[in-house]
């Protein structure tokens, strides 16, 4: 048996255990295969989100440094695959780190609990993982995914504000890209790449929504892509379910298979179907269905 090489406590989020499945399920089959070893986050609450910083700052704080608390208490690092908390969990260390006053503010609130905020743990995105293993995983390779033409779509909170996520260049951004073409896919160029896939909105408007995702899927298609990929299920909450039936003003069809980072990388390294959750797809995968091998 191969040395566990990696050990993080995984931070899921809320979105991915109730809706997407098959990212968890993936993630979990690539870091398997990898020797990653992911460790279930024990007492953890909802990241804080973004929104309730909007509202709460400090209570934002207070919620998020809690969770980065308990995995310094127990001595991990924490990964996570949901931009959306790694962008909280990640914002909040910065600001704890960086502001005294802050700090002891959250110190006071988490105390009664048995907790103190200390900054020992890193917070890390899992694409960010795989690609400081894009070595290892192109050795691992056996199945190409030649003829795979990929819109990526990296997410806001992955890159923005690039000073706090410090992962890749946030204007042009390419790592995840590099990381995908590593499969002997092609990670095509188009226009809306950075734009914002319009999935905060749903709340407070489903039809600008729909708006910014119809240019989003109209560039895409543009571009020659014959799926689009992402590493945030916030982001596939609109490529994969409010992307069916989409249609531009002529009534052509937009739709496009969506797929997780994971399940691209999952089939290149010859795991499985099952395990990298296929069948949870909304969007039909029969145009790609012969290039994946499914």
């Given at each position: ?7 993080y ?5 809320c979105a991915i255990?109730s809706?997407?499945n098959?990212?968890?399920?993936s993630?979990?089959?690539v870091?398997?295969?990898l020797?990653?070893?992911?460790i ?10 973004v ?5 709460d700052?400090n ?21 996570t695959?949901c931009?959306?908390?790694f962008?909280?969990?990640k914002?909040?260390s910065h600001?704890?780190h960086?502001?005294?006053?802050c700090r002891k503010?959250?110190n ?6 048995g907790?103190?905020?200390?900054g020992?743990a ?8 795989l690609?400081?293993m894009?070595?290892e ?16 779509h990296?997410g806001c ?6 000073s706090?996520?410090?992962f890749?260049?946030p204007e ?11 499969t002997?896919?092609?990670?095509v160029h ?10 905060p909105?749903?709340i407070?408007?489903e039809s600008?929504?729909?708006k910014?995702l ?10 020659g892509a ?10 596939q ?7 069916i039936?989409?249609k ?8 496009l ?15 499985d ?6 069948e949870?797809n909304r969007v039909?995968?029969?145009?790609i269905r012969?290039?994946l091998?499914?």
């Amino acid at each position: 048996m191969c040395e566990l090489t990696q050990s993080y406590e995984v931070f899921l989020g809320c979105a991915i255990p109730s809706r997407f499945n098959n990212y968890e399920s993936s993630m979990r089959a690539v870091a398997k295969n990898l020797d990653i070893e992911l460790i279930d986050f024990e007492g953890a609450s909802c990241c804080g989100t973004v929104v309730l910083k909007s509202i709460d700052e400090n209570s934002w704080l207070s919620m998020s440094g809690r969770n980065i608390a308990l995995a310094e208490q127990r001595g991990h690092d924490i990964v996570t695959p949901c931009n959306g908390c790694f962008g909280s969990l990640k914002d909040t260390s910065h600001v704890l780190h960086n502001n005294a006053a802050c700090r002891k503010k959250v110190n006071a609130v988490l105390k009664p609990l048995g907790l103190e905020y200390t900054g020992k743990a890193t917070i890390r995105h899992f694409v960010e993982v795989l690609y400081d293993m894009r070595g290892e995983i192109e050795e691992k390779i056996v199945r190409r995914l030649d003829g795979l033409r990929v819109a990526f779509h990296p997410g806001c909170h992955l890159i923005r504000p690039s000073s706090v996520a410090g992962f890749d260049d946030p204007e042009l951004p390419r790592k995840v890209d590099e990381l995908i073409e590593i499969t002997g896919a092609k990670c095509v160029h188009w226009d809306m790449k950075l734009r914002c896939c319009g999935s905060p909105l749903l709340i407070a408007s489903e039809s600008v929504a729909l708006k910014i995702l119809k240019e989003k899927m109209i560039s895409a298609n543009g571009a020659g892509a014959n799926c689009v990929v992402t590493n945030c299920p916030a982001c596939q909450t609109q490529f994969d379910i409010q992307q069916i039936g989409l249609k531009d003003e002529a009534g052509n069809s937009l739709e496009l298979p969506a797929l997780f980072v994971t399940q691209v990388l999952g089939t290149a390294l010859g795991i499985d179907a099952e395990p990298l959750g296929f069948e949870l797809n909304r969007v039909s995968l029969n145009p790609i269905r012969d290039i994946l091998g499914i």
